[in-house]
């Protein structure tokens, strides 16, 4: 009898809590944005094509030598 007492309860608080949480966020409205910024407007608009660190007039090919010994598990012997 206690138990479902204490069951009743918490099903009773628990919707209570998440139909008022609801409530509060319905009226909010949403923003959809590709950036955000921390200070005034975002620094690339919608759509960029490059950041500007990047050359674009870089010079492409070459070979990229991988070398491992190990890991990083093996790092530490105890």
Same mark, same amino acid.
Request: hydrophobic letters at 40%; zero cysteines; glycine letters at 8%.
């Given at each position: 009898?206690? /138990?479902?007492? !204490?069951? #009743?309860?918490? !099903?009773?608080? +628990?919707?209570? /809590?998440?139909?008022?949480?609801?409530?509060?966020?319905?009226?909010?409205? #949403? /923003?959809? +944005?590709?950036? /955000? +910024?921390?200070? &005034?407007?975002?620094?690339?608009?919608? &759509?960029?094509?490059?950041?500007?660190?990047?050359? !674009?007039? +870089?010079?492409? =090919?070459?070979?990229?030598?991988?070398?491992? #010994? =190990?890991?990083?598990?093996?790092?530490?012997?105890?």
């Amino acid at each position: 009898m206690k /138990i479902s007492r !204490l069951v #009743i309860s918490f !099903l009773f608080t +628990a919707t209570f /809590i998440t139909s008022y949480s609801i409530s509060a966020f319905a009226g909010s409205d #949403i /923003i959809k +944005a590709s950036s /955000i +910024a921390m200070n &005034g407007s975002p620094k690339y608009a919608d &759509g960029f094509s490059h950041f500007e660190y990047v050359n !674009l007039e +870089a010079p492409k =090919g070459g070979t990229v030598r991988l070398s491992s #010994i =190990g890991s990083y598990d093996s790092f530490n012997g105890f």
